[in-house]
């Protein structure tokens, strides 16, 4: 091989290894550009935004934990395959029950007053603690206190 072509491939390799590890939720803001239940813009609220697989292979985009619960409650006769959520700094998705979460804090939630936010690492969700407050929670305490939250704004 000559020089430029060693010089082609160490640049593509890799280009080429990222795209493919960013997986089936690569393009989800591009294909669920606005929340299904609300209308908000996903790309805005990439931070706070999730995607719900289905195994039929269908998904939906959705703005937040508040409008997940709202499209879990509508499907629940549909079996989800994954549920993603964004990593509040990174903004990638990663999945919603391995997520560390943090609750409350003075960051201002997304369709919500309690504030739940999901991160990639314990070390990035305490570092955000430090800054703006709130607790380290488990998915399914976010989950249920986002239900809760729902079943209050019905009242």
């Not at 409350?104 to 603690?129: L, N, Y």
């Amino acid at each position: 091989m000559d020089h430029k072509t060693v010089v082609v491939l160490c640049l593509a390799v890799p280009m080429l290894l990222l795209s493919w590890s960013a997986g089936p939720a690569a393009d989800d803001i591009d294909e669920h550009r606005s929340c299904i239940h609300c209308g908000m813009d996903r790309k805005a609220y990439g931070f706070s935004r999730m995607l719900v697989q289905y195994e039929d292979g269908t998904s939906a985009g959705v703005c937040s934990l508040h409008c997940a619960v709202i499209e879990l409650n509508a499907n629940k006769e549909r079996t989800v395959k994954s549920l993603l959520v964004a990593d509040r700094g990174t903004r990638e998705l990663i999945v919603a029950d391995k997520a560390v979460w943090v609750m409350g804090g003075s960051k201002r939630g997304v369709m919500t007053t309690r504030p739940k936010w999901a991160f990639a690492s314990r070390a990035a969700a305490e570092a955000f603690i430090e800054k703006y407050g709130g607790a380290i929670v488990n998915w399914s305490e976010a989950l249920a206190a986002a239900r809760e939250d729902l079943a209050q704004e019905v009242r």
